[in-house]
């Protein structure tokens, strides 16, 4: 059965995106980095069945974080619209938020009370398995000296992570917060970013105070005394950053044309997912961390993207950068490893699909990062990040010459048609990248690629069925 048409939702994109998947050349590796050192088989299928280039998410030397990031390849710009995390991890924790309400991306922490110094900003990345009461327990605590004006509400969020909500009247988020940002340094105190700002001043009055307020409900809790009689990780700080207030922005449907699903068990990227109008979908076992069940993610995303309701996926992975920021090559190179099986597993049941709906559907695959976290530096850094962008059917067959698919026989048209949209690179890597046809761009400019990409298929599809 041949199809008639190519138009939304019959071209489909899968969107993987692997948080901090570049690096540096690292010295155990030959100088080379772990895309470089690494066999990823299908990985390399796909630069060498697609188009292959560089971005920069942000913009050109900017050491960007994840939120800037996904705002800024999803189309919003992050220097106009950006106000903070803080909303995007406490609206994916399972936090609802009205736009007059301000948020934080928290950490739980320790800080040795002698000193002042936050000595861990992340506790315990183990937090889960003991640490969940305590977010319990804060939610909906009292702020010393504002206990009848404003609300507090806690949920967990990833990892030693939590979003933290504050509602009550005339809020603002133009403030800072008290994460120091590296260990070892003092705790910070909120405050208005401009003085003259009134609102600003009583918000800040109003988080210190809920700070101090955790931190003497944290210190009295039977979960940190037992903890620290044992010697064992407890924690007595929640470290309050990124305050935000929820974007009203147009959806990306609206302002994209494509209708899309997200899995992402990151809060923080699911917040984002919420705000641009993107539909969460939950797989079990799907952690943000090292244990992820990439299985499980591959069976989710392979549900949604072949059930007819969406032309547009988002698959988010977070590990790998785990263990850039723990500067753990062995378990960054593992992670790629299983990703890279999963992005087969993904191949082969798309393509499978295809067939069964009898090529009325296509699929491609976009594999990219949202910044470079590299193992030696532990920490984001600006250089520019590989994209790849294939149809399936191209990578399923990139063992094969353009030559041998032309010749052979028992492949359909439309495959071979959209086999010839590859420009020559063979490997994803940071340094191959460079050699692809889609060259280097800002990630602002993703969600246009995205669309021409796909209208330059479905033209090849149109132009193939004419000429049968």
Not at 15 to 40: E, S
Not at 121 to 149: A, H
Not at 227 to 236: D, I, S
Request: overall charge neutral; glycine content about 10%; aromatic content about 8%.
């Amino acid at each position: 059965m041949k199809p008639t048409a190519c138009h939304s939702p019959e071209f489909r994109v899968l969107y993987i995106l692997v948080d901090g998947i570049a690096d540096n050349g690292v010295k155990a590796y030959g100088m080379k980095t772990p895309l470089q050192h690494g066999d990823f088989q299908h990985f390399n299928a796909l630069a060498a069945g697609g188009l292959n280039g560089l971005h920069d998410p942000v913009q050109s030397g900017l050491a960007c974080g994840s939120d800037t990031a996904h705002m800024s390849m999803f189309s919003y710009d992050p220097f106009k619209l950006y106000n903070g995390r803080g909303a995007y991890e406490s609206m994916g924790s399972g936090i609802q938020m009205d736009y007059n309400e301000i948020a934080f991306k928290c950490n739980f922490a320790y800080i040795n009370d002698d000193t002042g110094n936050v000595e861990r900003r992340r506790v315990d990345r183990d937090f889960t398995s003991w640490g969940l009461d305590l977010c319990k327990d804060l939610n909906g605590m009292q702020i010393p000296g504002y206990e009848k004006d404003y609300k507090v509400t806690v949920l967990h969020a990833t990892e030693h992570r939590c979003g933290v909500k504050i509602s009550g009247a005339n809020l603002s988020c133009e403030i800072t917060g008290t994460d120091p940002i590296f260990d070892n340094k003092p705790l910070r105190s909120a405050k208005a970013i401009k003085e003259s700002n009134k609102d600003a001043v009583k918000t800040a009055d109003i988080v210190n105070k809920l700070s101090e307020g955790i931190r003497a409900r944290l210190r009295a809790h039977p979960i940190n005394v037992k903890r620290k009689a044992e010697g064992k990780a407890y924690t007595n700080v929640v470290l309050l950053r990124g305050c935000g207030a929820r974007l009203k922005v147009e959806g990306l449907k609206e302002k994209q044309g494509m209708k899309g699903f997200m899995i992402a068990p990151t809060a923080v990227i699911a917040g984002i997912g919420m705000t641009f109008g993107i539909d969460i979908k939950i797989a079990e076992g799907a952690t943000g961390y090292y244990d992820s069940d990439y299985v499980s993610k591959a069976r989710v995303a392979l549900e949604n993207m072949t059930s007819g309701e969406y032309d547009f996926g988002f698959l988010h992975i977070k590990g790998v950068d785990d263990s850039g920021h723990d500067g753990n090559l062995g378990m960054k190179s593992e992670l790629l490893r299983r990703i890279d099986d999963m992005v087969g597993t993904l191949i082969a049941q798309l393509k499978k699909d295809e067939a069964k709906q009898g090529h009325k559907v296509k699929y491609a695959v976009l594999l990219t990062g949202d910044h470079t976290t590299p193992v030696e530096v532990k920490e984001h850094s600006y250089e520019p990040v590989p994209i790849v962008i294939s149809t399936v059917a191209s990578a399923y067959l990139a063992r094969y010459s353009l030559n041998e698919i032309k010749a052979a026989k028992d492949i359909n048209p439309i495959d071979k048609a959209l086999c010839m949209m590859r420009d020559g690179v063979n490997k994803y890597s940071e340094l191959d990248a460079c050699e692809g046809s889609l060259g280097r761009f800002q990630g602002s400019e993703m969600m246009g690629m995205i669309r021409r990409f796909k209208e330059a298929c479905c033209k090849c599809i149109a132009d193939t069925l004419k000429a049968e």
